[in-house]
């Protein structure tokens, strides 16, 4: 089965920086770590230039693409630095870290901070003083080629609910909804799932 819109895909993926240093990988187990990514594909969970070379590949096929920052995360904006007061963060229970990743709430007011920067976008701490914090809010890898490798592992018919969700599913997932089993109906014959009594969602 080739990939296209709509196929539940299971991919390996290696990703490095200019200088070779690994950014993530799936291939190296470790705490929390995992050997493989599930996903359906034509939905936006890749990058739209790693989805478009893996359109039409199959279980087998491995591809490898250097992506300029254009195609990748983008170039660094400077203006999405803010300034703003430790303050914000005094109901935290734990200490700011440099590094760290933190949500800024919609509270109108917040000193350095517009409005349509204060909902839903991810802030990386950059420099903490007496007085002030700095946060940045570039993805981490804006401004950095990549050297992306990827390796097909499995691709299938989405199941019922994966559909109606949007992602694919894992078969623990599935098994806990209630399903027969991903991509094969109760005859045994590749397809949709069947689901069990009771499914809420096909």
Known sequence: MKISWNRVVRISLLIRDEEGKVLESTEEEGEGGRHSLLYLHGTGFLLP???E????REAGDEIDLVLEPGRAFGYRDETMKRRVSPALFAESEIPLQIGETVMLDDEEGVEGVAPDDREGREWVVQEIG?????????NPWAGKTLSIRVRVLEVRAPGGRELWMGRAM???EMARAGAVSPGRRADGEGGAVV???GCEWC
Do not use: F, S, W
């Open 49 to 51: 230039a790693v989805e």
């Open 53 to 56: 070379a893996l359109e039409g």
């Open 130 to 138: 007496a007085d002030y914090i700095i946060l940045d809010g570039n």
């Open 170 to 172: 894992t078969e623990e």
């Open 195 to 197: 689901c069990g009594p």
